[in-house]
């Protein structure tokens, strides 16, 4: 199986760990999702970093809102993303702002919305491993918009996940870029040594 080539096994391994994922049931996924916020809320290194970039959930993806809004009352701005494919931008959201509808369905800020630069992004992922390594979606959105913040200063990556879309190991290129963090509803992660 490994010696296929790493874009055909990724699209392997996300189509398993997607199927793991969309198989969960909707009252473990709510309940899951209290658990990474709280798990994601009480990591120090989260604590005061701003802003914090993150995503509107798709599909069966843990949803990150009750952590957006949980970090907006402490105190930290969030800023969810923008498709201007091939890239990302990050836009200023509240709870109540108008979303669009973005590239790919998803939701998200107007063009009106301030432009922001994360000191930290809340990833979504299909699968990942114990190193931080993330298979996502296939059109490297993530990964670039993380490559074009750490040209500006320091990114803290937080993966959310649920236990089952963690694989053995993820097939890693060149323009893959790992997870520092990666929280399921059963543990926080580690991936890189303090």
Do not use: N
Request: net charge negative.
């Amino acid at each position: 199986m490994h010696s296929l080539p790493p874009p055909v096994l990724k699209e392997q391994l996300r189509t398993e760990a997607l199927a793991r994922r969309d198989g969960l049931d909707k009252a473990f996924r709510e309940e899951a999702a209290r658990a990474i916020t709280e798990r994601a809320l009480g990591f120090p290194d989260l604590r005061d970093v701003t802003p914090v970039g993150a995503y509107w959930p798709i599909r069966s993806e843990v949803d990150p809102r009750p952590l957006m809004a949980a970090l907006l009352e402490r105190g930290q701005d969030v800023a969810l993303s923008q498709i201007l494919h091939p890239h990302l931008s990050w836009r200023l959201w509240q709870p109540g702002d108008v979303l669009i509808k973005g590239g790919f369905g998803v939701r998200e800020p107007g063009p009106d919305a301030p432009e922001v630069f994360p000191k930290c992004l809340i990833v979504p992922l299909a699968a990942f491993d114990r190193r931080g390594g993330r298979i996502g979606y296939g059109k490297g959105h993530f990964d670039r918009a993380i490559a074009a913040l750490e040209s500006q200063h320091p990114v803290l990556t937080v993966g959310l996940a649920y236990a089952v879309q963690e694989i053995g190991q993820v097939p890693v290129e060149d323009h893959d870029r790992l997870l520092d963090i990666v929280i399921t509803e059963t543990e926080l992660i580690r991936t890189k040594p303090l």
